[in-house]
Every structure is written in C-alpha cells, then in structure tokens.
C-alpha cells in the first residue's frame, strides 16, 4: 500500500475483514452537516441508505449533525481530511468558492428545484468550477436545490417595498445585495443563530427558505410573511474530499456516483409533496399574516437589482482570475435549457 493510500485508508476509516481466507475491506466516510434532519439535508440521507444498500454495508457514510464541524467551516475541514464529506452553502464564505456564487445572484429566473438541480449539476461540472474548488481538494458531488427565498419577520410588516428601508435582515450572498437595494439592512449569519437573533432583537426579519423556516423555528415568533418576494435562493453543494473519492474501491465509488441521482430524485419528491404542503396550514397555524406585493413593484425591484449585481458579480470575480463573464453566460445559457 503507498504511502498516499495508507493516509486516505486512515482518513476513511477503512477496517479490514477476513472472509473466506480473502481480505475484505469495509468503507466508513464522516459526513458533515448541521442543525437536524430536515428536508434539506434528505439528499445526504437517501444517499447514505443507498449507498449502504448497493455495497451490503461494506460503505457507510456516518452522518453527523453538528459534532464535526461548525457550517461555515465545513470545507476547511474537507479541506484538510477532517471528515470525508460535507454539506455548504456558497454564501457562507464567497471568497472561497467564488464560482457557485454565480448561482446566488438575485432574480436569475429560476423557477422550480427541478431546475435548480439541472442547473447546479452542469455548473459543477464546468472546468473552472472543479479548478476553484480543487483548491480545497473539494469534489462538487450534488446541490442541495431549494426554492426562492422569502422573508419572514416580527413587528410591522413592510406593505410596500419602500418600507423595508432600515429593516435588519438575516440575508446571506446574492439575496443580501437585493435587500440592500431597496434599504434594508441584510445581516450575514448561520442558518442556527437566527432564531436567537430574531428573539433577542437583533434582527427584524430572516431570509429562508420554508422548511429552514420551519426546522429553525423563526414561525414560533414571526408575525408576517411574504409570499411573492422571490429574490433568489442559495447553492448548498454536497462536496466530498477528492483523495478518499480518488481512493475508493471501485465497486464503492460506483456505489456512491449511481446513487446521487436518486438521492436527488428523492430530495425533490419529498420536498416538493411533503415539505411545502405542510408550510400554508403552519402559518394559518401560527396567525402569520401573508404579505404579497404588486407585479408593478416587483417588476421595478428585479430591473433595480438584478442586472448591477451581475455586473458586480462580473467585474469582481474577473479581477480575482476567474472567467466570469463565461460562467454567467454559462448560468444563463442553462437556465434558459432547462426552462420549464
């Protein structure tokens, strides 16, 4: 065994059986998430059952909430071996995945998760998204697709646009530059402060998606939702650590790649008929009044923020080496593909 192979058996707590007089080896991979189980992390879960069912239980992914590593700091731990896989969102820390950012940027025209998985999948193929996250020794595995963002706060409700000036708000990547422009004041935080934030007063409002909104409680408290804001939503790769992928039996590495698929498969049924049935009876439930705004207002929104964050977003990452304009024009390209 090489010296490189000895390492990555140890990072991937490889323990050896015997079995009939031959060798066997038996795959355990850690698995970084955090918060609890909820319909964003049901990829990584069905991926794990999969992967276990294929392999007889010869490769298990332990899946750990929280014990490994705190979610901003997930791909440094992939990164250095800590663990073999993990779970991010891009907006956490853009400077070091400035290439999936490009699917952060507000009012792209998104319209389902469906589309959101084709769309991430082509993008982390791309050649100049593999050599950013090679930086990290990071392997882009599957997203984590979810649907537009809305804003669910305490306190008097903004009934226009013009009222959210001044208000705080927990609003992370391209989303946080759309609440800017029209004055409120976006605050970037993980997803498990926000609750705490909200309920101290340090916050007025949180960007989410409804089951991060559910599974955060930021419901118990809030008084008013919007239901039409749409301003964008965030990419949460599943990424794995490059060597042990590298290093995996072939029957193991089999395994795992033909199962993404139907993790995503899963991931989307479940979120799409069970996750967002329950989010209208919750907020009935709760008393959250629903905010809705004009297409006139939101028309002037998206033509306010949508095209200067791109610019931004283009001029920014360009100065970093980055060919931007070629990913931008590669988002756009694929979400006009995969328009449904």
Same mark, same amino acid.
């Given at each position: 065994m090489t010296v490189r192979s000895w390492k990555t058996a140890v990072l991937a707590g490889i323990a050896f059986t015997f079995i009939g007089g031959e060798?066997?080896?038996?795959?355990?991979?850690?698995?970084?998430?955090?918060g609890k189980r909820r319909a964003f992390t049901e990829n990584t879960e069905k991926l794990a059952e999969l992967v276990k069912e294929k392999t007889n239980g010869e490769f298990t992914l332990n899946i750990s909430y929280g014990g490994l590593s705190k979610n901003r700091e997930n791909l440094d731990g992939i990164s250095i071996g800590a663990f073999e896989m993990a779970q991010f969102c891009a907006g956490y820390h853009e400077d070091k995945n400035p290439s999936i950012t490009v699917l952060e940027l507000p009012f792209l025209g998104?319209?389902?998760?469906?589309?959101?998985? =084709? %769309?991430?999948m082509a993008l982390y193929d791309h050649p100049?998204?593999?050599?950013?996250?090679?930086?990290?020794?990071?392997?882009?595995?599957?997203?984590?697709?979810?649907?537009?963002?809305?804003?669910i706060g305490m306190g008097e409700a903004p009934r226009s646009l013009p009222e959210f000036e001044g208000l705080t708000v927990r609003a992370t990547g391209?989303?946080?530059?759309?609440?800017?422009? %029209? +004055?409120?004041?976006?605050?970037?935080?993980?997803?498990?402060?926000?609750?705490?934030?909200?309920d101290s007063g340090v916050i007025k409002a949180a960007s989410f998606a409804p089951h991060a909104?559910?599974?955060? +409680?930021?419901?118990?408290?809030?008084?008013?939702?919007?239901? !039409?804001? !749409?301003? +964008?939503?965030? !990419?949460?790769?599943?990424?794995?650590?490059?060597? /042990?992928?590298?290093?995996?039996?072939e029957a193991h590495r089999? /395994?795992?790649?033909?199962?993404?698929?139907?993790?995503?498969?899963?991931?989307?049924?479940?979120?799409?008929?069970k996750t967002m049935k329950r989010w209208g009876p919750l907020l009935d439930e709760k008393g959250i009044e629903r905010i809705t705004y004009s297409e006139e207002a939101l028309n002037a929104f998206r033509e306010k923020v949508a095209g200067p964050a791109a610019q931004d977003? %283009?001029?920014? !990452? =360009?100065?970093?080496?980055?060919?931007?304009?070629?990913?931008?024009?590669? /988002?756009?390209? =694929?979400?006009?593909?995969?328009?449904?």
């Amino acid at each position: 065994m090489t010296v490189r192979s000895w390492k990555t058996a140890v990072l991937a707590g490889i323990a050896f059986t015997f079995i009939g007089g031959e060798v066997a080896s038996a795959t355990e991979w850690n698995v970084s998430l955090w918060g609890k189980r909820r319909a964003f992390t049901e990829n990584t879960e069905k991926l794990a059952e999969l992967v276990k069912e294929k392999t007889n239980g010869e490769f298990t992914l332990n899946i750990s909430y929280g014990g490994l590593s705190k979610n901003r700091e997930n791909l440094d731990g992939i990164s250095i071996g800590a663990f073999e896989m993990a779970q991010f969102c891009a907006g956490y820390h853009e400077d070091k995945n400035p290439s999936i950012t490009v699917l952060e940027l507000p009012f792209l025209g998104v319209t389902s998760l469906e589309q959101e998985r =084709k %769309i991430s999948m082509a993008l982390y193929d791309h050649p100049a998204v593999k050599e950013d996250l090679a930086r990290w020794n990071a392997t882009l595995l599957m997203p984590s697709p979810m649907p537009q963002y809305n804003i669910i706060g305490m306190g008097e409700a903004p009934r226009s646009l013009p009222e959210f000036e001044g208000l705080t708000v927990r609003a992370t990547g391209g989303i946080g530059k759309a609440m800017e422009a %029209i +004055g409120a004041v976006p605050t970037s935080m993980s997803a498990t402060e926000v609750r705490q934030a909200l309920d101290s007063g340090v916050i007025k409002a949180a960007s989410f998606a409804p089951h991060a909104h559910m599974s955060f +409680g930021t419901t118990e408290n809030a008084d008013w939702w919007t239901t !039409n804001l !749409n301003p +964008g939503t965030v !990419n949460c790769p599943v990424v794995v650590n490059t060597d /042990a992928l590298n290093d995996l039996p072939e029957a193991h590495r089999e /395994a795992l790649m033909s199962s993404v698929g139907e993790a995503l498969d899963y991931y989307v049924d479940n979120y799409e008929n069970k996750t967002m049935k329950r989010w209208g009876p919750l907020l009935d439930e709760k008393g959250i009044e629903r905010i809705t705004y004009s297409e006139e207002a939101l028309n002037a929104f998206r033509e306010k923020v949508a095209g200067p964050a791109a610019q931004d977003w %283009i001029e920014k !990452n =360009k100065a970093k080496g980055l060919p931007a304009q070629e990913l931008y024009d590669f /988002a756009r390209e =694929k979400i006009e593909e995969y328009a449904e």
